[in-house]
Nanobody, 124 residues
Framework: QEQLVESGGGLVQAGGSLRLSCAAS????????MAWFRQAPGKEREFVAR????????YHADSVKGRFTISRDNAKSTVYLQMNSLKAEDTAVYYC?????????????????WGQGTQVTVSS
């Protein structure tokens, strides 16, 4: 099981950038599929991006494709979400999630371990 701690959220103007980080405590980080989800007020938690293994496989939701980039540093047991060209509709609590093994999934129900979330607010 991975303990996950997100950081990097905050308030930013539309068009700006933020980089979220998620530090994992487990010793087998490289064997986990890592993902970012987000949840806006009154909405369900939705998939943002996923990265598998040594980072050769990434996948981004259409809503963020070309603006957000997921990456990982296995030596630091950390996954990142670089968010550029932010829009007001990106405002949400962003969660880091993990699942042991290679999981080609975008469903929140397939991820076992979750961080506490970090708030991202984009002002228009």
């Amino acid at each position: 099981q991975e303990q996950l701690v997100e950081s990097g959220g905050g308030l930013v103007q539309a068009g700006g950038s933020l980089r979220l980080s998620c530090a994992a405590s487990g010793r087998t980080f490289s064997t986990y599929t890592m993902a970012w989800f987000r949840q806006a007020p009154g909405k369900e938690r939705e998939f943002v991006a996923r990265i598998i293994g040594s980072a050769s496989s990434t996948y981004h939701a259409d809503s963020v494709k070309g603006r957000f980039t997921i990456s990982r540093d296995n030596a630091k047991s950390t996954v990142y979400l670089q968010m550029n060209s932010l829009k007001a509709e990106d405002t949400a609590v962003y969660y880091c999630a993990a699942r042991f093994g290679y999981w080609y999934s975008t469903s929140r129900f397939d991820f076992n371990d979750w961080g506490q979330g970090t708030q991202v607010t984009v002002s228009s």
